[in-house]
């Protein structure tokens, strides 16, 4: 099992930038594919960033595209998401999740494929 706790999230005006932090406990990063979601008032949870378990293949959003990176330094167990140039579409609640069990180098994009999920964090980007 994997505990996960976000930070970062704030108001921000459009243009502006973010990092999200996602710490985790309970197992290493090394060990799970990681991924950032987000849930907008009326819409269904997306993916943004997905990185999977060996770190060597990511995925980002269309949406997201030269803008979200998503980062992992293992020393610290911390998963990062670096937002630039944020929009007012941006805005919504972001998740941070795992998935125990995937091959090394597979990254996973439905929410439904995750085991474990922090408690999320809120970005507001103003225009």
Known sequence: QVQLVESGGGLVQAGGSLRLSCAASGRTFSRNCMGWFRQAPGKEREAVAVMSKSGVNTYNADSVKGR?????????N????????LKPEDTAVYY???????????????????????????VTVSS
Request: net charge positive; aromatic share 14%; proline share 7%.
């Open 68 to 76: 979200f990176t998503i980062s992992r330094d293992g020393a610290k």
């Open 78 to 85: 911390t998963v990062y998401l670096q937002m630039n140039s």
């Open 96 to 122: 941070c999740a795992a998935r125990i069990r995937s091959a090394p180098d597979t990254y996973y994009t439905l929410p439904q494929s995750y085991d474990s999920w922090g408690p999320g964090t809120q």
